[in-house]
T-cell receptor, first 115, second 111 residues
Framework: GAGVSQSPSNKVTEKGKDVELRCDPISGHTALYWYRQRLGQGLEFLIYFQGNSAPDKSGLPSDRFSAERTGESVSTLTIQRTQQEDSAVYLC?????????????FGPGTRLTVL | RKEVEQDPGPFNVPEGATVAFNCTYSNSASQSFFWYRQDCRKEPKLLMSVYSSGNEDGRFTAQLNRASQYISLLIRDSKLSDSATYLCVVNLIGGYNKLIFGAGTRLAVHP
């Protein structure tokens, strides 16, 4: 079946612009996660959605970052007034549920470059 | 101190070699442990979970030492296709599957 998809695959923007990144999880997966991976670094947790529960936003680095999810489908991550330090690969993952036994499946990521 | 620490490598080994990666984690309440594999410019993929008793999957063996807060991955008979970055991942106790990733150890297997 189809895996997690993300768009765009690459995004180049100018400092100060807003960007919107999209994630389509695997159908039927109730849990969705956003991560950021800077060059040569591990993944940093950003935000977690589970069904209709309030999201865990504890990983968002600043108020310029926000994310939404409509039900158990598409999610968008928005970065306002982008800065050069926002340059990274943004990865989305989904899992069947939120249990620790539920494997997270990752999308291919969006590579964001802020000039 | 980082929550999950790994030797960044790179480990350069010939085909057929045995290579071991180590990882330490700082939160003693950590509950679940994993090794993920990430190929260059690709997304991470689950390689294997790590169980308290240790577990093996073909050429790959994972060990966990809770007392020392230490996880290892052993790869036997390395193949060229094993070249990748191996990410040590920990799940903190707390109600849901919040994964904490190490920065990864890069492996390069050469002919």
């Amino acid at each position: 079946g189809a895996g997690v998809s993300q768009s765009p695959s690459n995004k180049v923007t100018e400092k100060g612009k807003d960007v919107e990144l999209r994630c389509d999880p695997i159908s039927g997966h109730t849990a969705l996660y956003w991560y950021r991976q800077r060059l040569g670094q591990g993944l940093e947790f950003l935000i977690y959605f589970q069904g209709n529960s309030a999201p865990d936003k504890s990983g968002l680095p600043s108020d310029r970052f926000s994310a939404e999810r409509t039900g158990e489908s598409v999610s968008t991550l928005t970065i306002q007034r982008t800065q050069q330090e926002d340059s990274a690969v943004y990865l989305c993952a989904s899992s069947l549920g939120g249990a620790s036994t539920d494997t997270q499946y990752f999308g291919p990521g969006t590579r964001l470059t802020v000039l | 101190r980082k929550e999950v620490e790994q030797d960044p490598g790179p480990f350069n080994v010939p085909e057929g070699a045995t290579v071991a990666f180590n990882c330490t984690y700082s939160n003693s309440a950590s509950q679940s442990f994993f090794w993920y594999r990430q190929d260059c410019r690709k997304e991470p993929k689950l390689l294997m979970s790590v169980y308290s008793s240790g577990n093996e999957d073909g050429r790959f063996t994972a060990q966990l030492n809770r007392a020392s807060q230490y996880i290892s991955l052993l790869i036997r008979d390395s193949k060229l296709s094993d070249s990748a970055t191996y990410l040590c991942v920990v799940n903190l106790i707390g109600g849901y599957n919040k994964l904490i990733f190490g920065a990864g150890t890069r492996l390069a297997v050469h002919p």
